[in-house]
């Protein structure tokens, strides 16, 4: 488990981090969502043991990581932007490296051996780091990372610079590990967030703005009850029907979508679904498509950071 208690962090007169709070239970993939220069980097290298906050609390596993940042980096594997790999190693090299960095107990061989299993690089083993691919150099990275199997996973940007087909397998491979492990993923990449992350936190300008469940955020935000539907019949035979129902405002048709198929816009002051269906049901007229006014993860992101601005000073990645 991670706790974030009124972290901060300045450098001079510029605040990268402002007084967030939040808890990463354990087995649960937070995303942490953020435009460039937000302070997701900040915080990470924070919770990571790499910078020292200005004020506030980081607890891994209970340990505080700026009374005990031996204790607490033991739970925790850190994956940098740029991972921070030797090029002129090996794998096998780099990972008995990092091996005898931290002080491992673990059985070397089958530890190791696991860990190229799970990542995927147990065939690039014998291979120069400079000469992999950009993936492979992440799957090293992550790989170094995993070494100690350490409880807490911190992954910053994991995809960064990848191809689509990387970042497929890298975003894989991460909802996997968050079967067994915390997991904190910074990312700016919005479907990055919604395809792995189970909660969501966005920061903006340092501080914390949000955070939640995607749904829960969107049911927060979203304005109403409005509904777009997909209804099979004639279009002068639906409209009066949808017209009718209580606390229906106004109704727009869109377009024919198919055949004898069109869309409709309602905007409602209540929940309605139940009682179109009722409705529709009672006179054969099938509903091919419902979808309520819950706002989309974009949306959510630039309804809540709508007027930021980090070229100006006072903020920092």
Do not use: W
Request: glycine content about 10%.
């Amino acid at each position: 488990m991670i706790e974030v208690k009124n972290l901060s962090k300045s450098y001079g007169n510029i605040n990268a981090v402002r007084n967030i709070s939040f808890t990463v239970n354990d087995c649960e993939i937070l995303g942490l969502l953020g435009a460039n220069g937000a302070g997701k980097t900040t915080t990470m290298n924070i919770l990571a043991g790499y910078l020292a906050g200005t004020g506030g609390e980081v607890l891994i596993d209970g340990r505080d990581i700026s009374i005990d940042p031996i204790g607490a980096k033991k739970n925790v594997g850190y994956l940098p932007e740029q991972p921070p790999l030797y090029q002129d190693m090996t794998v096998d090299e780099y990972l008995n490296f990092v091996y005898g960095l931290k002080h491992c107990k673990m059985p070397k061989k089958s530890h190791l051996g696991e860990i190229k299993t799970l990542t995927g690089i147990e065939d690039v083993r014998s291979r120069v780091i400079r000469n992999l691919s950009k993936g492979y150099k992440q799957r090293t990275g992550l790989a170094g990372a995993l070494v100690g199997n350490p409880n807490t996973l911190i992954l910053d940007e994991p995809t960064v610079g990848l191809d689509p087909k990387q970042m497929i397998e890298m975003r894989s491979l991460i909802k996997k590990l968050g079967r067994a492990h915390t997991v904190i993923l910074s990312s700016h990449i919005l479907t990055e967030v919604q395809a792995v992350c189970g909660r969501i936190a966005i920061i903006d300008r340092g501080k914390l703005i949000a955070a939640d469940t995607e749904d829960n955020l969107s049911k927060d935000l979203s304005a109403g009850y409005d509904l777009t539907l997909r209804i099979e019949g004639a279009k002068k035979d639906v409209l009066p029907i949808l017209r009718q129902i209580n606390n229906v405002s106004d109704v727009q048709t869109v377009r024919e979508t198919e055949k004898n198929v069109f869309e409709y816009e309602l905007k409602a002051k209540s929940d309605i679904r139940r009682e179109v269906f009722r409705r529709m049901s009672a006179r054969n007229m099938p509903i091919l498509y419902m979808k309520n006014s819950e706002l989309s993860l974009e949306e959510i992101f630039l309804k809540l950071t709508a007027g930021s601005f980090y070229g100006k000073g006072g903020d920092a990645e």
